[in-house]
RNA sequence: UGACCCAUAGUGUAACGGUAGCACUCCGGUUUUUGGUACCGUCAGUCAAGGUUCGAAUCCUUGUGGGUCAACCA
């Protein structure tokens, strides 16, 4: 009975008025739209999830449009990688369609707009156009072909299509007002004059239409009830509505663009050009470096599916520009991680530890749950002997009571282990640490039920068996930018604030053996050190461990403060 | 010196004229063989000034602050 009641964002509730005012609910329709001339990134899977989302609410197609008008820029590469993208996200399109696909409808509809008295041609250059445009403040004028007779346009129409002009020297121009205050309806270009190989239609055409005169006859031959897009094309929606009461029959869906603001991530920048910019000056290594914040990147760093869906969720949709907190991210994956990734053991600032008391050359199999999160994880079984890697920073020689971990003279428990006393340590000429010397309590081992196994310890330290661990190697990553919003400051530029530890790179770690058969892109925790994600470039010779995230650290915390 | 959009805890979002709520972050505590998790708790907000109203975060006016718009890009 207690159901509660979930709030609707403002595009949901502007569904809720047109279903009200006798919208069918069964011809509800959207569509995502993206250019295929770069990867995806956080940002799109906002939308991704906002338009799937909503065709799996409503339970209305989502058709997957590739807006692909401009040949100078888009590729075969990057439409796969898109389709790769929202199918690993866990969302269906209805159909893959093109824009392209309409570029005929799009013809014969601008044939009749010139017929109409609504277009016409343009021999002049893009400068000479641009000067007329006025500026914000300023109205436009007039070209001087604007009145040309609709014949003339027709005949020059024609042969711009059939590749008689060069490029640069005519367009085809909407006829709508040069004194509007909206710019976009300064007599916006229609059609340009491009004689370059289109990824899907080759060199069929020689003109090819332009983003505004595209999208939205496209929502309209697909019959898309709500285009959803970002807040920078709010002023385009009245040249939408334009070019839309040129071809509409009232009998069909009209198409309502409504825009929302983009979600932006704190840490990171989020503009195809400048994630392009990274990529290409070196940076960072690739599209899917795991420190970038593309799908892709996301993907190799170790973040799932869901918990994008989830931070997508939370995040919300509204209207205002944001800097969401990388932090919320960050919660959905631990939060996720940490009911699915099974725990297993790596040290990855080793010293030695040697316990004095437990016999040479014996070893023994102990018994170690895969996950308390998760019943049915099960147990694992990991090999035990008198030499261990512990971490470092787990032994002080001396330390407050606020250390719970190893130090001279005091106890600890080894996890799924045994109770250690540390009783002396060996230096090397620098004085460094290079041995730990202990004793173990035979009868403390975790799980034997032993009065010894049941003593409180206050502090439990990981560790793996010298002779059985594994070699691997660990990248630590950190946010991409040492700035909350690299690219908000006018007079710098984002690059100045890269951050010059975003990679630490550990080529010797050392991994208990349980993962030695490992799958690229399988999830870990290592115990009290985060969540690791296997990395492509891992082989049964050479493991490689990403770091997703570390695991909340109130210790470091503490710290901090003295 | 124009048009349009936006303004709610540190961050992101709800409240649709009737008790300002949720999540993250921060801080404190309990439990714990992960200084993790879980659980409990604290701090913290309607940009400003007027107006309408019994009552305003919500409606109106003005101001302030931020954003967008002058590609043959999308």
Not at 374 to 389: H, K, Q
Request: charged letters at 30%; glycine letters at 4%.
């Amino acid at each position: 009975m207690s159901e509660t009641k979930k709030s609707l964002n403002f595009l949901e509730q502007i569904i809720e008025e047109d279903l009200a005012h006798g919208l069918d609910r069964a011809n509800l329709k959207f569509r995502f739209p993206p250019e295929p001339n770069g990867y995806l990134h956080i940002g799109h899977a906002a939308s991704i999830c906002l338009n799937f989302g909503l065709g799996l609410k409503y339970n209305a197609p989502v058709n997957l449009r590739f807006d692909d008008t401009n040949p100078e820029k888009e590729e075969q590469e990057y439409v796969d990688a898109i389709k790769k993208d929202i199918e690993w996200l866990g969302f269906q399109w209805e159909e893959v369609l093109f824009s392209s696909d309409y570029f005929q409808q799009l013809y014969d509809w601008a044939v009749v707009m010139i017929k109409e008295g609504y277009a016409y041609v343009d021999d002049q250059t893009s400068n000479e156009i641009a000067e007329q445009k006025g500026t914000p403040t300023q109205a436009g004028t007039n070209s001087p072909y604007r009145d040309r007779p609709v014949s003339e346009n027709l005949d020059l129409f024609q042969k711009m299509k059939d590749g008689e002009f060069e490029e640069g020297t005519h367009v085809l121009r909407a006829k709508i007002d040069m004194s509007s205050p909206n710019m976009l309806m300064r007599d916006p270009v229609m059609y340009r004059i491009l004689k370059r190989s289109h990824h899907r239609t080759g060199k069929t055409w020689k003109i090819y239409p332009m983003y505004d005169w595209t999208h939205g006859e496209s929502d309209y031959i697909e019959q898309i009830t709500h285009s959803l897009c970002t807040l920078e094309f709010k002023h385009h929606r009245e040249l939408y509505d334009w070019f839309l009461d040129r071809v509409y029959e009232p009998e069909m869906i009209r198409p309502k663009q409504r825009e929302f603001a983009r979600r932006n991530l704190s840490y990171t920048v989020m503009s195809k050009r400048k994630l392009l910019q990274l990529v290409e000056e070196g940076h960072v290594n690739g599209w899917d470096d795991p420190r970038m914040p593309t799908i892709s990147g996301l993907r190799r760093r170790g973040y799932t599916p869901k918990s994008i869906r989830d931070f997508s969720e939370t995040a919300g949709i509204a209207k205002r520009d944001n800097v969401t907190d990388l932090a919320l991210l960050e919660f959905h994956i631990r939060a996720e991680l940490n009911k699915t990734a099974p725990r297993v053991m790596a040290v990855l600032d080793p010293v030695k530890l040697v316990i004095t008391n437990y016999p040479e050359g014996k070893e023994e199999m102990l018994t170690a749950e895969n996950n308390p999160e998760d019943e049915e994880a099960g147990f694992r079984t990991v090999p035990f002997s008198r030499e261990l890697y512990i971490e470092r920073e787990d032994f002080r020689e001396v330390a407050n009571k606020k250390f719970f971990r190893l130090k001279l003279g005091k106890e600890v428990r080894l996890k799924n282990a045994y109770i250690i006393q540390a009783n002396s340590v060996v230096k090397n000429e620098e004085g460094e640490i290079t041995e730990i010397h202990c004793t173990y309590d035979p009868d403390s081992k975790s799980g034997s039920g032993s009065e010894a196994s049941m003593r409180k310890v206050k502090g439990t330290i990981h560790w793996v068996s010298i002779q059985h661990a594994l070699n691997a190697e660990v990248r630590l990553y950190d946010r991409l930018f040492t700035d909350e919003a690299p690219d908000s400051h006018k007079d710098k530029d984002f690059k100045e604030f890269i951050n010059p530890d975003s990679l630490k790179l550990i080529e010797n770690a050392y991994v208990e053996p349980s993962l030695a058969t490992v799958a690229p892109g399988d999830n870990f925790q290592f115990q009290r050190l985060g969540y690791f994600n296997v990395d492509p470039d891992s082989t049964n010779d050479k493991l490689v461990f990403n770091r997703t995230v570390a695991l909340r650290d109130s210790w470091a915390k503490i710290q901090q403060k003295k």
